[in-house]
């Protein structure tokens, strides 16, 4: 199974909102609503932050939400703040009991 | 919430082996599914596989069918992860991480990560 496809890298300014596309193929993301999201800081393992395509773990920030047309998922981030700064990585079930994942989008706050 | 630790870093020769143990403390052991998550330098992520240590089954990866065995002993909560035929490219942060009953991308707790680092 290919990764799925993340644009290498995103910014944008405090305060404003971004979405991170997440491109699969009619075998995964297109076939199943069972996309996740991971928030990963430097040096530290990744965290839920989205599954189910978009629903949110207990307790965290309704600024991150998640959606899905097609073969493509998105994560959009409202109101960007500083601490949003970090990798992003999305994740899917696949055909043939597996799971895949995006090669990551490095977020800058500018 | 699961705790989890994973044994220290490795230092290994192409063609060799190596094992690295996770040992899950807090919730409840059978409740869950291991499942192993592997990081290459500035790279992405990678799942490997997983083990339902109630049922002691285990699901692989394709591309890792043959190379990966994972195996849990429920009378110490930990699970191991043994990949064997060692490349350079196989030089990753392995992590384990708990997920659901169903296959699904969900894992809710990760343990430190284990540096593996394949060099002749």
């Known amino acids: 199974q290919s990764a799925l496809t993340q644009p290498a890298s995103v910014s944008a300014s405090p305060g404003q909102s971004i979405t991170i596309s997440c491109t699969g193929t009619?075998?995964?993301?297109?076939?199943?609503?069972?996309v996740s999201w991971y928030q990963q800081f430097p040096g530290k393992a990744p965290k839920l932050i989205i599954f189910d395509v978009n629903k949110r773990p207990p307790g965290f920030s309704n600024r991150f939400s998640g959606s899905k047309s097609g073969n493509t998922a998105s994560l959009t981030i409202s109101g960007l703040q500083a601490e949003d700064e970090a990798d992003y990585y999305c994740?899917?079930?696949?055909?043939?009991?597996?799971?895949?994942f995006g090669g990551g989008s490095r977020l800058t706050v500018l | 919430q699961v705790q989890l630790v994973q044994s220290g870093a490795e230092v290994k020769k192409p063609g060799s082996s190596v094992k690295v143990s996770c040992k899950a403390s807090?919730?409840?052991?059978?409740?869950?599914?291991i499942n192993w998550v592997r990081q290459a330098p500035g790279q992405g992520l990678e799942w490997l596989g997983r083990t339902t240590p109630i049922l002691d089954t285990t699901n692989y990866a394709q591309m890792f069918q043959g190379r990966v065995t994972i195996s849990a002993d429920t009378s110490t909560t930990t699970v191991y992860m043994e990949l064997s035929g060692l490349k350079s490219d196989d030089t990753a942060i392995y992590y384990c991480?708990?997920?659901?009953?169903?296959?699904?991308?969900?894992?809710?707790?990760w343990g430190q990560g284990t540096l593996v680092t394949v060099s002749s």
């Open positions: 994740s899917s079930y696949s055909r043939g009991d597996t799971l895949i």
């Open positions: 807090g919730g409840t052991f059978n409740s869950y599914t």
């Open positions: 009619s075998s995964d993301i297109g076939a199943y609503n069972f």
């Open positions: 991480a708990t997920g659901g009953w169903q296959l699904l991308p969900n894992f809710d707790d």
